[in-house]
């Protein structure tokens, strides 16, 4: 069995939302990315196809945050979610997909990934607790990490702001 990877499409929506009602226990997520899309702020989804099927192996979605280091604006994204087809999972397509984005993502020019999330899993990408330490953030603590996009550089200075979209205050009722 093998995948590919690419750009999602208006084609996938579908597909992505029953994907992600399947994946998670609650339809947190597949509202997360409703709303992330109506309000302009999904940044970069991608899918992974089972080659042989075309059927829908997987999904990764980046959402556009507001980060400031020493008061300027830095580009930075959000990784959330990520879900992979139940037959798929422990077969490398979580992976392929965040190794994916964070090289489109890099590419692009973005300085930052954060993800709220699993360390044991995301320390595998370099994201680390660290680089998401001292940003003030309602998410704050051991299950936010961040990962530097450009070559593991980070700006210099104070931490500010790292600001989700506002899609995210409505999960969980963290605001």
Request: proline share 5%; charged share 15%.
């Amino acid at each position: 069995m093998s995948i590919a990877i690419r750009p999602a499409t208006g084609g996938d929506v579908a597909a992505i939302d029953a994907l992600l009602r399947r994946a998670f226990p609650a339809e947190d997520e597949a509202r997360l990315v409703q709303r992330l899309c109506i309000d302009g702020d999904m940044v970069l989804t991608l899918v992974a196809d089972d080659e042989e099927s075309g059927a829908l192996a997987g999904m990764i979605a980046f959402s556009r945050m507001e980060v400031e280091i020493a008061g300027k604006a830095i580009a930075a994204v959000a990784l959330a979610p990520l879900a992979v087809e139940k037959a798929w999972r422990k077969q490398g397509v979580g992976e392929a997909l965040v190794q994916a984005g964070i090289a489109q993502l890099g590419a692009a020019g973005a300085m930052l990934c954060f993800v709220l999330g699993e360390p044991g899993y995301y320390a595998r990408f370099g994201f680390a607790p660290e680089w998401a330490s001292g940003f003030a953030s309602p998410y704050a603590g051991a299950y936010l990490m961040a990962l530097p996009l450009q070559g593991g550089a980070m700006p210099c200075g104070m931490r500010g702001a790292a600001t989700h979209a506002p899609a995210f205050a409505q999960l969980g009722g963290v605001e």
